[in-house]
């Protein structure tokens, strides 16, 4: 069955320091991957995705995430924080059907 | 721009009224989603929908049911609304040609005194 582990509660970072949210999954075939982040009392936006190719993923708001395959992870990335990134963080692996599952969240926290 | 909307951004409700969400996606999507979200616990599937008239139970359907007579809308419905229902309701929405990319709603934050 496809799972997602996100093993990080929390992260907290300096602002203008790098950031890295970590996510490994586990799926059969080829796997479809997701990061959604959501501010206090909003829904899930999205950030970013790979399907194919290129293991280097960039999206919205300065984000990226670079697929592993060996290591199976997907860890979502920035290169200089800021206090506006401070939200929850979530990763997630399409599984069975139609559907996607979610690892458990991350919240971020930036520290001016 | 794609829209996923709901019915009440917050709502508050007594014990044992039938309370109904109402999703709407503009999108022509033919995948419907409810999640409740608590903290601590994560995202949570309730009941999702691959086409109208079409629902399957996700992994805590007790004291939900659901309904999709449109393609468009998706409703979650509590049949004698509980204390333990009070949550952030999340609703969703995917298709294929976006590689089941799902698009959420803004939540409903449901209160059950």
């Known amino acids: 069955a496809q799972s997602v582990a996100q093993p990080e509660d929390q992260v907290n970072v300096a602002e203008g320091n790098p950031l890295t949210v970590k996510c490994t999954y586990s799926?059969?075939?080829?796997?479809?991957l997701f990061w959604y982040v959501q501010y206090p009392n909003r829904g899930l936006q999205f950030l970013l995705k790979?399907?194919?190719?290129?293991?280097l993923v960039k999206g919205s708001y300065g984000f990226e995430a670079e697929f592993n395959k060996s290591q199976t992870s997907f860890h979502l990335k920035k290169p200089s924080a800021l206090v506006s990134d401070s939200a929850l963080y979530f990763c997630?692996?399409?599984?069975?059907?139609?559907?996607?599952?979610f690892g458990g969240g991350t919240r971020l926290m930036v520290k001016p | 721009d794609v829209k996923v909307t709901q019915s009440s951004r917050y709502l508050v409700k007594r014990t044992g009224e039938k309370v109904f969400l109402e999703c709407v996606q503009d999108?022509?999507?033919?995948?419907m989603f409810w999640y409740r979200q608590d903290p601590g616990l994560g995202l949570r599937l309730i009941y999702f929908?691959?086409?109208?008239?079409?629902?399957e139970k996700g992994d805590i359907p007790e004291g939900y049911s659901v309904s999709r007579e449109k393609k468009e809308r998706f409703s979650l419905i509590l049949e004698s609304a509980s204390t333990n229902q009070t949550s952030m309701y999340l609703c969703?929405?995917?298709?294929?040609?976006?590689?089941?990319?799902?698009?959420f709603g803004p939540g409903t934050r449901l209160t059950v005194t």
């Open positions: 790979y399907i194919t190719g290129d293991n």
């Open positions: 999108m022509d999507h033919e995948n």
């Open positions: 997630a692996v399409k599984s069975a059907g139609n559907m996607l599952t």
């Open positions: 799926v059969s075939g080829n796997p479809y």
């Open positions: 969703a929405s995917s298709s294929y040609r976006d590689s089941y990319e799902q698009y």
């Open positions: 929908s691959y086409d109208v008239k079409m629902k």
